[in-house]
């Protein structure tokens, strides 16, 4: 008994617990149990990939990438530019297929967005070098200052683009960008099916699926085994041959692309591209949910991706409307948010012997 | 010569750098120092306290402290409640400070219990606390207040009895409680409680059978009855009985009290000598005392330039405010020379020769956490009662990042703060902060950009300090011992 709570955590017990509760709750209120459950699968599906950007981080040995936000930067810019040049509403495109205009407006999102993503990880790649041992507290605050860097590119560029830009000749970009025009909802809408109420996104979960699949292809190639050695004992894999610095690299670039995937999976998932601060939180949505799959800032895995992602918008979707019926004033659901995320960080943070271990 | 200039710039890069961007930006703002000037001596007022609490976790070696989040909410939770009991003027404002002190230190002895389980990784984990306090905290003001507790104030309390309302206005409560402390009643106090002190201090004295120094003793007395007697001259009352002390009037009085105290040091400095010969090396200089009357004399001087007196008379200090501010920073000074203050280094120099000096670290961690949360709780409501209003869930979530920011713009790192740093930090943080948006407004049309841009100033001035702290920590064990050890030492002398 025991050796299981340790095998599968406390922390997991009593969310797993948590989860069950509001399912049981949800059914006791008599709620649309079907259709609560398709949320939680498309919010799964939106989420995954940005959760599943702590992968190759925590893997190379950087720790839980607060800093996504990076990369959720660049895959924002992706999505603007392919707003911009219009590219859903070419009407070459839509002759063949509206989805699949949709579908070739996000996929040249996603490929902008990696590209600068590869250059932007690859200098906080190369910041990150510099600052071994005190990687999440730079992180943190180098992702803080870029969204609000960022702030003021919004600001600035110079689109013109009727959906982009404020209406009646505001200055700058909208807080919120709608995507119904663009790719809102192409990899949810593509194969859906729904049985009564309950809908399963098929599109988006076939690609998150995909993005696992691919990690995990990467993770047993010679470079990712390589990585994660240099991620687990950098010491060990230094005599070994390998290159860590290099290894922590690849990494970070790897990180900060998948961000860059994920916020345009959860845009369209969404609906909307959230600009400004929008962003500014989403590394500890992430981080949270792989840590509630079981995830240490030392190691983590796929499975932690896809059971923490699951638990966590599992209890974020029903926590809302069950909460509400209980006490229907303010936002409570919003409270639990906090509580459960930060309160997951701070608990893996204090189990890990301290940043640097040096005394 | 050239390298001390060189080694000089370098090492105060920060501040310079600041110092050029507050003047460009105050200039391209095109706003008279009229306004900037009495702006900033209000947020000196409000938000120095706060930055300096900031300056004992540093010390012991904790980093910069993102907990006075909670500290702020402490303040926030007795602040509310006083407001609910409708308490007001300085006897509300010092029950407020009395309720928050409890909540203050039993947070901050469990914030200190917690990093002492997360050490080396305080600063993150601070950061998350304060997000995970932030749930705690809506959670208290939105449902137990008026939901567990019942709470009936239709002005407090939202429409349906439960949860508080966004804004709480502090107008007929303590706004500006402690700003407006007559000058007369701070000194009448003042001389009560030095009479009180010296009769204790008399008394253990007397108790203790040590020797006591009554020619000394009778001297200060005297002093302080004749300066107690001087406030009942009718015009000198009249000045004291005002509330705000004009910066011009301040001005005056701070160059005459020099000039007084230099003559004094000089009579007693001649008085001395006559007396005895043999009082061992004397370090006092006459040219020092000539120096300083000359800069009182030339600052007495400058007042009367049209340009600077203009701004002199516009800016009136709330003195009871700057009185706090300047006691916490003897507060800093004097905790340093004690036995806790030295420990509280030595565990921040290195916790392995603390504990094998025999300093229990966990315990001393723990009592930086408890002074700079309190501190920090204190702070918050000087802030607030300057504001006049409490914004429910957003006063405080600002905090520690500003207190931070500003801290490091004064030239303090992870390692090393200064309460000259902090109010200097202060000054060239908040100049920016007043005049970025209206700066914004005339480079690029639009006052957005000059808000943006002073946030990432605060985010990025903290993500650079954290950065370079982090760089040395790896870059130091790459040089040789003798180098490092240098350093450390230097640095000991530096603090």
Redesign the interface.
Same mark, same amino acid.
Request: one cysteine or more; glycine letters at 12%.
């Given at each position: 008994m025991k050796s299981m709570i340790n095998k599968f955590g406390l922390p997991r017990i009593i969310i797993a617990g948590f989860f069950l509760l509001l399912v049981m709750g949800a059914a006791y209120f008599d709620m649309n149990m079907p259709q609560l459950m398709g949320d939680v699968l498309r919010r799964w599906g939106m989420f995954g990939i940005l959760a599943l950007a702590m992968v190759p981080a925590v893997q190379c040995g950087i720790g839980l990438n607060f800093g996504i936000s990076m990369g959720i930067v660049g895959g924002l810019l992706g999505g603007i530019i392919v707003i911009q040049l219009n590219i859903a509403q070419n009407p070459a495109l839509v002759a063949i297929h509206p989805l699949f205009a949709g579908w070739a407006a996000i996929l040249t999102a996603i490929l902008i967005g990696v590209v600068l993503a590869v250059g932007i990880g690859y200098l906080y790649g190369l910041l990150l070098n510099k600052v071994k041992g005190s990687e999440m507290t730079v992180t943190t605050y180098v992702g803080f200052s870029v969204i609000a860097f960022m702030n003021m590119v919004w600001m600035l560029l110079p689109f013109d683009n009727g959906e982009l830009i404020w209406p009646n000749a505001g200055k700058g970009m909208r807080n919120t960008i709608s995507l119904a025009s663009s790719f809102s909802e192409v990899m949810s809408k593509t194969g859906e099916f729904s049985i009564g109420d309950f809908s399963v996104p098929t599109g988006m979960l076939l690609f998150f699926f995909f993005m696992c699949f691919l990690m995990w292809l990467f993770m047993r190639s010679r470079t990712g085994l390589a990585m994660s050695a240099a991620g687990a004992n950098p010491m060990f894999a230094k005599a070994a041959g390998i290159n860590v610095d290099k290894m922590r690299l690849v990494g970070t670039v790897l990180s900060t692309v998948l961000a860059a995937v994920g916020i345009l999976v959860y845009a369209q998932g969404y609906g909307f591209m959230q600009l400004y601060n929008g962003p500014m939180m989403m590394g500890f949505t992430s981080v949270a949910a792989v840590l509630i799959g079981g995830a240490t800032p030392k190691r983590a895995l796929i499975v932690h991706v896809l059971v923490g992602t699951f638990l966590f918008q599992g209890i974020m979707t029903l926590g809302l409307p069950v909460v509400n019926q209980i006490l229907p004033e303010g936002n409570l659901s919003e409270v639990m948010r906090m509580i459960i995320s930060n309160g997951i960080i701070i608990y893996a943070l204090t189990q890990t012997k301290g940043g640097d271990g040096r005394e | 010569m050239n390298k001390k200039i060189k080694d000089f710039l370098f090492q105060n890069k920060v501040v310079i750098l600041f110092v050029i961007l507050c003047v460009g930006a105050t200039i391209a703002s095109k706003q008279p120092l009229t306004f900037v000037i009495p702006e900033l001596f209000t947020r000196i007022a409000r938000n120095s306290f706060i930055v300096l609490s900031l300056i004992i976790p540093v010390i012991a070696g904790m980093g910069l402290n993102f907990g006075i989040v909670i500290g702020a909410m402490a303040a926030q939770i007795a602040l509310f409640l006083t407001t609910y009991w409708g308490l007001t003027g300085i006897s509300g404002f010092i029950a407020t400070v009395a309720l928050a002190t409890p909540f203050s230190v039993l947070f901050g002895y469990l914030v200190g219990r917690?990093f002492n389980?997360? !050490?080396?990784?305080e600063? #993150?984990?601070g950061? $998350?606390?304060g997000?995970?306090a932030?749930?705690?905290y809506?959670?208290i003001f939105? /449902?137990v207040f008026g939901?567990i507790i019942a709470m009936n104030n239709p002005t407090l309390m939202?429409a349906?009895g +439960?949860?508080v309302k966004n804004t709480i206005d502090l107008k007929d409560t303590v706004k500006y409680a402690l700003d407006t402390v007559p000058m007369l009643t701070i000194l009448e106090i003042g001389f009560y409680v030095f009479l009180i002190a010296t009769a204790c201090s008399l008394g253990i004295k007397f108790f203790k059978k040590q020797a006591v120094d009554w020619k000394k003793t009778g001297l200060t007395v005297g002093i302080a009855v004749v300066i107690y007697g001087l406030s009942f001259i009718k015009p000198i009352e009249q000045f004291l009985s005002a509330d705000r002390l004009l910066l011009l009037s301040a001005v005056e009085v701070l160059c005459f009290a020099t000039v007084v105290w230099q003559v004094l040091q000089f009579v007693l400095f001649k008085v001395v000598k006559k007396n005895s010969e043999d009082a061992g090396p004397n370090t006092y200089d006459p040219r020092r005392s000539l120096a300083y009357i000359g800069a009182a004399a030339v600052v007495y001087g400058l007042t009367y330039i049209p340009a600077l007196y203009n701004v002199l008379i516009m800016v009136k200090l709330p003195v009871m405010t700057y009185l706090c501010i300047a006691a916490l920073c003897g507060f800093n000074n004097i905790l340093l020379r004690t036995r806790l203050g030295q420990n509280m280094r030595t565990v921040g120099q290195s916790?392995?020769v603390a504990n094998a000096a025999g300093i229990n670290v966990d315990r001393t961690r723990i009592i930086a956490m408890i002074f700079s949360t309190v501190l920090a709780s204190w702070g918050q409501l000087i802030f607030l009662q300057n504001v006049g209003t409490m914004s429910t869930y957003g006063a405080h979530t600002q905090v520690g990042q500003f207190a931070i920011a500003a801290l490091l713009v004064g030239g303090a790192s992870v390692q090393k703060a200064t309460n000259k740093q902090a109010l200097l930090g202060i000054v060239l943080f908040h100049t920016l902060f007043i005049v970025s948006p209206l700066a914004g407004k005339e480079l690029?049309?639009?006052p +957005? #950009?000059g808000e943006? /841009?002073r +946030?990432?100033v605060?985010?990025?001035v #903290?993500?650079m300090a954290?950065?370079m702290?982090?760089?040395k !920590? $790896?870059a130091k064990p790459k040089e040789e011992d003798s180098v490092s050890i240098d350093e450390s030492d230097s640095q000991i002398l530096r603090v």
């Open positions: - | 917690l389980r997360a !050490k080396g990784s600063m #993150i984990c950061l $998350v606390l997000y995970l932030e749930g705690f809506q959670f939105l /449902f939901g939202i349906t +439960v949860g916790r392995v690029f049309g639009d +957005v #950009i943006y /841009f +946030v990432f605060s985010y990025g #903290i993500a954290l950065a702290h982090a760089w !920590k $790896v």
